[in-house]
């Protein structure tokens, strides 16, 4: 049963209808916007940004406060509307999709105007003799928003409250997985009072996107796989706008001998199956030191045992949101079991609930042969490798296409920390997992096929922005003629300024 689908549209337009992953009712249908009305989308957001650009930090902050007070007392309609459209457990739908939410619209409305303060500095050496540096951030213009279906309130929110802190306007397209988030986002920013047009959602598909990369806008902030991203990389390389690229990952896992292993269990299982393990920086594969496996293993099967799925009450582990993922998901357990692998605990469709459930699982016996090891899996699954020691899980870890983040789990905090520095990641967790998300001061972005560029905290902020240099001159300007004296005067002052101890104290 297929949860997203084509339908006919009228004057040939693409029509699509979305249908809910636990009951199979139709929940929605949208057209794509055509490539007309995506670039006069653009067009009416250029003219609203250039009114919120006159805006004071504190006026822009003032809106974004509304905003949270908008989430927080409809957080109910956000809830039903997320569980409605994903499937997802509801205790995930309040954490990821309300909480995380306002912690970045709070984080971003309080701090962006320390963040982007214009600055002025005196340039290093012999130039701050005569000059000084003025840097102002100055707002893009209009920022093509594009994301995924896995978080479909946080993941717009997020960049959406950044990109507007900074100045800019932005048009978003979404999953086409999840249009009602987005409905319900656009709504949410409407009764907070944010200008017209400053804000925009078009509705639509890979196409749409592609159409939104060409309709003239002034960065991409991308958020979805490492096949879309690098389409969109070329399209923004075609059109020399900048672009964060957010992608895909296989978050690698490393259970040291010394680690406390009740507490590395919990990590272990919370980390494969929240969101349904639809989560970029899940943990997809975990590697245990010989001497502990045993004993991880049986906390782990015991735990993984214990979550529940339940399409009408208390749900830990939730639906999958869409069919194809369960054929990515079913494909790599069957080529992981066929090739050896064993499983301990589920490993198929819950037969006892109609809808798109996967079964928390927990498979052994796993090696780098397997798709499971290798490509993103994206389901609640546990898959783990025995390794000899330490050396062995890290190169382990690194051995991969991906590197969005990790974990490492030991007592001896120090040990940790080289781990973590030698782990080929955008980011690395010690004795936690998939936090780094949501700590805005830690930049977020993957290395190799896991990203280009990082979002969150000061850093991502000022991705929203240009930092404009303005070099003001006190005095002295460089001017004709040259004659004989005046290059050897300078010859002079070089081999004073850069040969010399006393001259280099000056550079
Ligand atoms: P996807 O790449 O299929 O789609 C993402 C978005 O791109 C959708 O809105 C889609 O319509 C659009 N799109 C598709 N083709 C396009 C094109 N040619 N040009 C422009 N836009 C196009 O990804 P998905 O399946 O929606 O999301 C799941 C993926 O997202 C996973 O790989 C997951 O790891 C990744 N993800 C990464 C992060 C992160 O922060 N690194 C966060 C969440 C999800």
Known sequence: MAIFESIPGDSGRRRYRVQSPVTFEPIGEFDAATKD???????????????????????????????????VERQEEII?????????????????????????????????KKFLAPTVRRPAGIMGLAKKVKLVYKPLG?????????????????????????GNAVVHKPSEVTPLSALLIDSLTEAAGLPDDLYQVVQGDGQTGADLIDAGVDKISFTGSAATGRKVAAACGERL???????????????????DLDVAAKGAVMGSCMNTGHYCCGTERIYVVDSVYDAFLEKVVDQTKALRQSDTGECDVGAVFWDKQMDIIERHMSDAVEKGAKVLVG???????????????????VDHDMALMREETFGPILAIQKVRDEDEALALANDSEYGLDGNVWTKDLEKGARIAEKMETGGVCVNDMAVTYGIPEAPFGGVKSSGVGQVNGEVGL?????????????????????????????????????GTKIGRLFT
């Not at 928003?145 to 990109?163: D, E, F, H, K």
């Not at 609930?353 to 927990?362: E, S």
């Open 462 to 498: 000022r991705g929203y922005t240009h930092p404009h240099p303005i070099i003001i001159g006190k005095k002295g300007q460089a001017s004709y003629p040259y004659t004989q004296k005046s290059e050897e005067q300078m010859q002079g002052f070089i081999r004073l300024l850069f």
């Open 347 to 365: 490993g198929g469709r819950n037969p006892d609930l109609q809808g798109l459930y996967f079964q928390p699982t927990v498979v052994v016996d």
């Open 241 to 259: 706008i900048p672009v964060t690229l957010e992608l895909g990952g296989k978050d690698a896992m490393i259970v040291c001998a010394d680690a």
């Open 80 to 112: 039903d509307v997320v569980v409605k459209e994903t499937g997802k457990a509801r205790s995930e739908a309040i954490s990821m999709e309300v909480f995380s939410p306002c912690a970045a619209i709070a984080y971003y409305a309080k701090r962006a």
């Open 142 to 166: 209009v920022v093509g928003l594009i994301t995924p279906w896995n978080g479909p309130v946080v993941l717009a929110m997020s960049p959406l409250v950044q990109a507007l802190m900074a």
């Open 37 to 71: 009305e995506v670039v006069a989308a653009v067009e009416r957001a250029r003219k609203a940004q250039r009114e919120w650009a006159l805006l004071s930090f504190d006026e822009r902050a003032a809106v974004m406060w509304r905003l949270v007070d908008q989430i």
